[in-house]
């Protein structure tokens, strides 16, 4: 029998471990803010920072919204970030991606200052990962390790393989699955065989981007299967990289798409910003 793992659930856990965080420090007389940037009126970016002011807002973070015209040049989004890197107010900053395309990306990540980068995408952040001495672990990565080991799931010395080798996801999370001291393959676009490979792991991540991408045939029985993937199909259902209704049943954990990773990036954007503030002590 497959069990889901229930990502708001978890979620709910670790937000409530951070309000009592964000509560003490409080009694400190130390605040402590969240500052998100919105380009444009991507309706899913739009749901996503929705979601993270709701949170700041139940956990008692102040939350600073800017929600700016598609219109808006790279100098002033720039400027922006200077401005909240100055402002003590503000422990993270977080400029949601994708950026609309005349504004580029690597600029102004690089712009944010990395004490406040709450996203761990600066490059000094991601060195960091790479070593295992850092202060941020990106939000869904960690989510991530978050709902395998709260499930009492083991990671040390299991075959794990991360469908997907973006920046935000897949090479971040091969990472802190080699921190844990797993063995990692990452597999994308060009992996030949790539079925066989995923056939080999214990626990598959997948974040491909790419519906129902994962189907019953290249999971091992018993394997731990994460669905990293929000794909909104064409009758506006969610629907995840991972063919759920079949590879479940070979599963011994799953996770739901939605109620499964992504509750778990903004519990853990939560916790980052609490971990800024306290760097600023
Ligand atoms: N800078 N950009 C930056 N940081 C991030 O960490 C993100 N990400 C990804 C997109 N761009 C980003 C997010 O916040 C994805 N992401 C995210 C955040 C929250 C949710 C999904 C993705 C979420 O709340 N998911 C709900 C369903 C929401 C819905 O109904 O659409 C879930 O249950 O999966």
Excluded: W
């Amino acid at each position: 029998m497959h069990q889901i793992i229930d990502g708001k659930k978890i979620s709910a856990k670790i937000k409530e471990e951070v309000k009592a965080e964000v509560a003490l420090l409080k009694e400190k007389g130390i605040s402590v803010g969240l500052a998100v940037v919105l380009v444009g009126e991507d309706p899913a970016s739009k749901v996503y920072v929705g979601n993270k002011k709701k949170a700041c807002e139940a956990l008692g973070i102040a939350s600073f919204e800017y929600l700016l015209p598609e219109s808006t040049s790279e100098d002033e989004l720039l400027a922006l970030v200077e401005k909240l890197n100055a402002d003590k107010a503000v422990d993270g900053i977080l400029v949601q991606l994708p950026l609309p395309s005349h504004l580029d990306e690597k600029k102004v990540i690089n712009a944010i200052s990395p004490d406040k980068d709450v996203d761990a995408f600066h490059p000094v952040n991601v060195g960091k990962i790479m070593i295992g001495n850092y202060t941020f672990a990106p939000c869904t990565p960690a989510g991530i390790i978050e709902l395998i080991e709260r499930s009492g799931i083991s990671i040390e010395g299991k075959s794990c393989v991360v469908i997907g080798r973006s920046n935000i996801v897949g090479k971040p999370m091969s990472m802190l699955l080699l921190h844990k001291n797993a063995t990692v393959t990452i597999c994308h676009s060009r992996t030949k065989d790539l079925s066989d490979v995923v056939r080999g792991a214990d626990i598959v991540v997948a974040a491909v981007g790419r519906a129902k991408f994962v189907t019953a045939d290249m999971v091992k029985d018993g394997a731990v299967v994460i669905d990293v993937g929000i794909n909104r199909m064409a009758d506006g259902k969610l629907c995840g990289d991972v063919d759920f209704e079949s590879v479940a049943p070979k599963c011994s954990y799953i996770t739901p798409v939605p109620g499964g990773v992504g509750p778990m990036t903004i519990a853990m954007l939560m916790k980052n910003t609490v971990a800024a503030a306290k760097n600023k002590i």
